[in-house]
């Protein structure tokens, strides 16, 4: 089964709109951390934004926030005011730590489109 | 400020040569990953070290490939025998200890020919 599932291969957004990528994920251990990351078209990863399982807010940096949902199991990566810059593929990831490990599990991504 | 670096971007092999890919981790970072990632698709977790130690290598194929990360120098990913589906972006990631944030490298996008 898999352990990150973005549903959605591809989004298209107007320039200036908010856009919500969907990320669920599936664990049992009670201490995990989620990632979001940008792989823009030249193909280096960028870190956007984390969320540990026990913080009590959602994290928020800039333009991106993150909508946790522990019950639900999701972790939904919002991007305010979209910019054309924007336009590339989209990560979410969870960190485990299975015999202390840390290693990240990554999602398949989601093809994010901004259109002027 | 330097960031993860890793050499060479691009590499260009043909099938039955060996692959070495270099990673040096952001200054402070003792947390070495090795990802994988094939066309298409997210990345894929091959192996953990610390300086001099594999922590964790159950994601890298048992032959052919090896990892190490020294007391002095870059960490090393290296592909023997290289074969067409060894053709992928190789990415490196560090953090520092104690932290959450792993922080990736540009990537080496290997071909083999």
């Known amino acids: 089964a898999q352990k990150i599932t973005q549903t959605q291969p591809g989004m298209f957004v107007q320039e200036k709109e908010a856009v919500t990528l969907d990320c669920t994920y599936d664990?049992?251990?009670?201490?995990?951390?989620l990632f979001w990351y940008k792989q823009p078209s030249s193909g280096e990863m960028i870190f956007l934004i984390y969320q540990g399982s026990y913080d009590q807010q959602n994290a928020t940096e800039g333009r991106y926030s993150l909508n946790f949902q522990k019950a639900r199991k999701s972790a939904n990566l919002v991007i305010s005011a979209s910019q054309l810059g924007d336009s590339a593929m989209y990560f979410c990831a969870m960190r485990e730590n299975q015999g202390g490990s840390e290693k990240l599990v990554f999602g398949k991504g989601t093809k994010l489109t901004v259109n002027p | 400020n330097a960031g993860v670096m890793q050499n060479p971007r691009h590499l260009v092999r043909r099938r039955g040569q060996e692959a070495r890919l270099r990673c040096s981790p952001v200054k402070g970072h003792s947390h070495v990953y090795w990802y994988r990632q094939l066309p298409e698709e997210g990345l894929k977790f091959m192996v953990y070290l610390q300086k001099e130690n594999i922590i964790d290598e159950s994601g890298m194929p048992k032959e052919r490939f090896s990892a190490e990360f020294p007391k002095e120098g870059p960490s090393i990913l290296r592909i023997q025998q290289v074969v067409r589906g060894d053709s992928a972006a190789y990415f490196c990631?560090?953090?520092?200890?104690?932290?959450?944030?792993?922080?990736f490298g540009p990537g080496t996008r290997l071909t083999v020919l």
């Open positions: 990631a560090s953090k520092r200890q104690g932290t959450d944030t792993q922080y």
């Open positions: 664990t049992s251990d009670p201490s995990y951390g």
